[in-house]
């Protein structure tokens, strides 16, 4: 509005006086005031324009006959009682389960994959017990070890001092030969006998105890190869196992059946819930249908379906419009307190000491008003 401040042009004065200061303090609260009504008048100029489409809309509903009204509740009360159930499954549905949503890529192989798993757990088990029963095994072949062992050392011991004695024996009885030559070769033959049948047994022992030894040793190496051989399978059952367990959050097979049996049950209610969705959409589809067969715009349908699914909102539009009398009073108020506001501003603008001011705060003011509306009015409120 440069023409304004054309029209009040010329040159202030450097000091002001105290009454200066508290008119030009009145001049700015003005303006403000000014501001504040504006978006007061904006805000009321919506309400009655969404007054008057509720105004409408009620107009046509109630231009509908009994019938079609009577659709419309019938539609509205199965959209509402889809939207009930839907909302007793929601927690029920498998897209909304993370620990049922890794299941989807492998429904179909699950039962056959969990008796595997079963399987895989019974050899594992398996491998763990024979594992542990072979190591048992082997340290009670070492300590068989370490006793054969001191066994044998005991009889090479034995058969030395048993020789030594035996030799001691016949140079006894060779001495005694020469004296008792009559009686000597009984003793001699006794010497013999226990000879021989010590040597046999020592003979057998220390064969017995090698053949035990060399057996213990085989079996030893037997245990230990078996063990390899099962750790062996151990740690490929183990790992196979531990990487479908991860892949599905589970620790075991049994926790896996419990999800997938879950999961199914999930799936009947996913099924429940797109079939409350699709009734749903029909029942709106169907009320649509009955608006837009009575030519009502776009805008008006989508109320007249709200009000249907929203009953409280009906009752709040049927206020709204008994209040719209009192409202376009309200605005009325706020356009002639408006003008007002105008007149004292251009009042002060015909004083010499306030036309420049006055013409300044008027293009502030109008350029407020601009970008109030290109920015849709609320986003200068804080401005």
């Not at 370490?146 to 005991?154: A, Q, R, W």
């Not at 049994?254 to 879950?262: G, P, S, V, W």
Request: aromatic share 12%; glycine share 2%.
């Amino acid at each position: 509005m440069s023409w304004f401040s054309r029209f009040f042009k010329s040159r202030k004065k450097d000091l002001l006086s105290y009454e200066r200061n508290y008119s030009q303090k009145d001049i700015e609260n003005l303006f403000e005031g000014l501001r504040a009504n504006f978006i007061k008048l904006k805000r009321q100029e919506k309400y009655l324009e969404r007054a008057e489409h509720l105004r409408t809309s009620l107009e046509k509903y109630n231009e509908l006959d009994s019938k079609d009204q009577h659709r419309l509740k019938a539609y509205a009360s199965q959209y509402k009682e889809g939207v009930e159930e839907r909302q007793k499954l929601n927690s029920r549905l498998i897209r909304n389960n993370p620990s049922l949503q890794k299941l989807v890529p492998y429904e179909a192989e699950l039962p056959e994959l969990i008796l595997e798993l079963r399987h895989v757990e019974n050899q594992i088990r398996s491998c763990e017990s024979n594992i542990k029963y072979l190591r048992e095994e082997k340290e009670e072949l070492i300590d068989d070890r370490e006793i054969l062992i001191s066994g044998y050392t005991f009889l090479r011991k034995f058969g030395i001092v048993f020789l030594l004695l035996l030799a001691l024996t016949f140079l006894l009885l060779f001495t005694m030969l020469q004296v008792l030559r009559e009686d000597i070769w009984i003793y001699i033959s006794l010497v013999c006998a226990v000879f021989i049948i010590f040597m046999t047994m020592i003979l057998f022992s220390k064969e017995k105890l090698e053949k035990e030894i060399d057996k213990n040793e085989r079996l030893q190496k037997k245990a230990a190869k078996l063990i390899k051989k099962y750790q062996i399978h151990y740690l490929r059952h183990k790992s196979y196992i531990d990487y479908e367990y991860k892949k599905f959050g589970v620790d075991s097979a049994d926790k896996l059946q419990t999800y997938f049996d879950r999961y199914l049950k999930n799936k009947v209610h996913e099924m429940n819930y797109n079939r409350y969705v699709q009734n749903m959409a029909r029942s709106e589809r169907q009320m649509a249908g009955i608006l837009k067969s009575q030519k009502l715009d776009f805008r008006t349908i989508e109320i007249i379906q709200e009000w249907m699914l929203v009953p409280h909102k009906f009752e709040e539009a049927k206020s709204v419009v008994r209040e719209l009398e009192h409202i376009e009073k309200q605005k009325q108020g706020l356009v002639e307190y408006e003008e007002d506001l105008y007149k004292q501003a251009l009042a002060y603008g015909e004083t010499e000491e306030y036309k420049d001011l006055v013409g300044e705060l008027l293009e502030e003011y109008y350029r407020w008003t601009e970008r109030y509306a290109s920015k849709g009015g609320e986003a200068l409120l804080h401005q």
